[in-house]
């Protein structure tokens, strides 16, 4: 089994792989204070329960793959994998890691991990020339061109980042829960910050991948737009633009350098 770990700034998701299968999930709040025995504790209360794996942290664990935003988190997890998983193979994706996805920016190294795993499981499923689409604490637009090859990419304030600005700037406006409101126009103020989130996002998706796509292909046609992320399903029915809906991307992608580096190798 192949242990999965992709932490993002506000939630980290866990996946199980028994071969190519994803057959179980997590998704739990990070927390950039937590210590590497913390951690543990952690993954062994989320994999204790799971009936193909042992009671001891570490059993049915045959490889492990990670990618991080947070780098304290990355940290840690590190040292969990030396203390707790000495005997499992570890691959951490950072700059040196072999991914199959050229990275064609000023600056590679700044490049999300994150991303550029969704990259590679982008080429590996959809081909190219695509774009995918990352709702997260940031909404994320990643352009790969027609040789597989990661061109570049936009980055806007994510969804729940737009809703706790507008609650702590408007001063008659509060938290809202994101769902979608009875129509576009709204009948009280929950309603019209819901349409605004909601319309206002699928906008925003629809022009910059329009705009992103004439730029990649001479047919934009050509171009597959891939959404995932744990607040894409909000997004998915109203935004005209995306093809593909894959909620493990990142995990499949992790999945996908593991073998290159070690399984393969």
Partial sequence: MLLTIDVGNTHTVLGLFDGEDIVEHWRVSTDARRTADELAVLLQGLMGMHPLL???LGDGIDGIAICSTVPSVLHELREVTRRYYGDVPAVLVEPGVKTGVPILMDNPKEVGADRIVNAVAAVELYGGPCVVVDFGTATTFDAVSARGEYTGGVIAPGIEISVE?????????RKIELARPRSVIGKNTV?????GILYGFAGQVDGVVNRMARELADDPDDVTVIATGGLSPLVLGEASVIDEHEPWLTLIGLRLVYERNVARS
Avoid at 165 to 173: F, W
Avoid at 191 to 195: F, H
């Fill in 54 to 56: 042992g009671e001891e």
């Fill in 165 to 173: 600005a507008l609650g702590v700037k408007g001063a008659q406006l």
């Fill in 191 to 195: 309603e019209a910050m819901q349409s």
